[in-house]
């Protein structure tokens, strides 16, 4: 089954709002990743948190993560329309199998 | 710019004739995978190559197999395509497994 599982399965806001999205995971990590992909498109890397982290920043991307609870949320600030897109976590299990696990994804939209 | 390319990026098979996708990098990473992706769900693992080593995942067809005959070049073939396979395919690559993946736009198999 998926490593990862990502709430909502879709979101709808306003531009200039934040959006909020939720991943949980069933097995230990070695590290978590967020992706974006537009329609039709390849995967692009948004961040990397590592196990022993808890948050990390990048622009308008706020990355969290609790290993005890086993999730991670995404938080993207002052959206914009360009900001629409699918987008995934993916985890490194930490049993070194050198590969990713990808959650369902959230549909995100941003209304103009 | 170091980039992952695939070819084409439209492929219309027939049911049952076999079908080669192709994906080159310039990035010159030891890891490449392979990803299907059907509508609307999240990348699944085919295989990937750690340098030479092959490792497929224990559930991908014996209708699909690989081959890498150098750093650079990594190709998809899918001996009898089924209905079932018209999907997304995604390559990507990364320089230490299980860390950041970078993905090529993707192609998308059509089975007639």
């Known amino acids: 089954s998926q490593q990862g599982e990502e709430d909502p399965q879709a979101l709808s806001i306003q531009e200039g709002e934040n959006a909020t999205m939720n991943c949980s995971y069933k097995?230990?990590?070695?590290?978590l990743q967020w992706y974006r992909q537009n329609s039709g498109r390849g995967l692009v890397h948004l961040i990397l948190?590592?196990?022993?982290?808890r948050e990390k920043h990048s622009g308008r991307l706020r990355v969290t993560l609790d290993t005890s609870k086993k999730s991670s949320s995404l938080l993207i600030t002052a959206s914009r329309a360009a900001d629409t897109a699918s987008y995934f976590c993916?985890?490194?299990?930490?049993?070194?199998?050198?590969?990713?696990?990808f959650g369902t994804g959230t549909r995100l939209t941003i209304i103009p | 710019d170091a980039m992952v390319i695939q070819n084409p990026r439209y492929q219309v098979t027939q049911f049952g004739k076999p079908v080669t996708l192709s994906c080159s990098q310039t990035?010159?990473?030891?890891?490449m995978y392979w990803y299907q992706q059907k509508s609307s769900q999240a990348p699944k693992l085919l295989f990937h190559?750690?340098?030479?080593?092959?490792?497929n995942e224990a559930d991908t067809p014996d209708n699909f197999q690989s081959r890498r005959p150098n750093t650079s070049f990594c190709f998809l073939d899918i001996r009898s395509p089924g209905l079932g396979d018209a999907a997304m395919y995604l390559c990507?690559?990364?320089?230490?497994?299980?860390?950041?993946?970078?993905f090529g736009p993707g192609t998308r198999l059509l089975v007639l």
């Open positions: 990507a690559t990364s320089e230490v497994a299980g860390e950041t993946q970078y």
């Open positions: 097995t230990s990590i070695n590290n």
């Open positions: 948190i590592r196990s022993n982290e």
């Open positions: 993916a985890t490194e299990s930490n049993f070194g199998n050198e590969k990713l696990t």
């Open positions: 990035l010159n990473h030891n890891v």
């Open positions: 190559y750690y340098d030479k080593d092959f490792n």
